[in-house]
């Protein structure tokens, strides 16, 4: 299997050192930057399996970053939040990463997240789906891992795809919010990461995000992907 190559952002050496020696460890190829215009530059300029990426850097802060990445590419971000700062982790969700950790952690807590985000991004699961899903204007192509709506097709990242394939396997059905953040994040996860990804789905997907036809929610219970209103 090629090795997969891990793009690291942080200004702060002795994090940067530590992940860049414990992902190496596991058999990653790394790229170490410390600044947010590096990190865009290198994102633009290579191939990249996953971005880890912190949010307070010189110039162009992580959020930022971000933004920009998602100009050009849909990498996974997980992105590196103060403990504490929840506002953080859910403005980097809603800019298109797709997971985050907290300062301060172990090197065993990073280096589980950054395989899980990978694992989740090349494998599917979803083996008893047929090849094309159409539910409405929204086209599914699980062969080709492509998305259309109205006939246009639409860029999703991992996390967006395997959330918005969960719904379509179910589609016509509530999926219960519970059952839907285990399928798509695993475990130890809030609701915050499933609220915001369904937000991102309906800017990408929904002819008005604010009265959404496609990814509806039953509150108090979960969401369904089309189905009568």
Request: proline share 5%; hydrophobic share 40%.
């Amino acid at each position: 299997m090629t090795e997969q190559h891990v793009l690291i952002v942080d200004d702060e050496p002795k994090y940067l050192r530590l992940i860049n020696f414990n992902l190496k460890s596991d058999g990653y190829g790394t790229s170490c930057v410390a600044t947010g215009e590096e990190a865009v530059a290198v994102a633009a300029a290579r191939h990249i399996d996953l971005v880890v990426l912190d949010i307070m850097l010189p110039g162009i802060d992580g959020f930022e970053v971000c933004t920009r990445i998602r100009e050009f590419s849909n990498v996974p971000i997980i992105m590196l939040t103060a403990r504490g700062h929840d506002e953080d982790k859910v403005k980097g969700l809603r800019l298109g990463a797709d997971d985050y950790v907290t300062k301060p952690f172990s090197a065993q807590e990073l280096t589980a997240r950054v395989a899980a985000v990978l694992r989740r991004s090349l494998v599917s699961d979803l083996g008893g789906a047929p090849p094309i899903k159409e539910i409405g204007r929204l086209k599914i192509d699980f062969a080709e891992r492509r998305v259309t709506a109205g006939g246009a097709e639409v860029s999703l990242t991992p996390t967006e795809y395997r959330l918005l394939s969960q719904l379509a396997l179910n589609a016509g059905k509530v999926v219960v919010q519970d059952d839907l953040i285990e399928q798509v994040w695993g475990p130890g996860y809030d609701s915050d990461v499933l609220r915001v990804t369904v937000r991102r789905l309906r800017q990408k997907l929904e002819r008005d995000p604010g009265d959404p036809e496609l990814v509806r929610n039953v509150p108090g219970v979960g969401y369904v992907l089309g189905g009568s209103r």
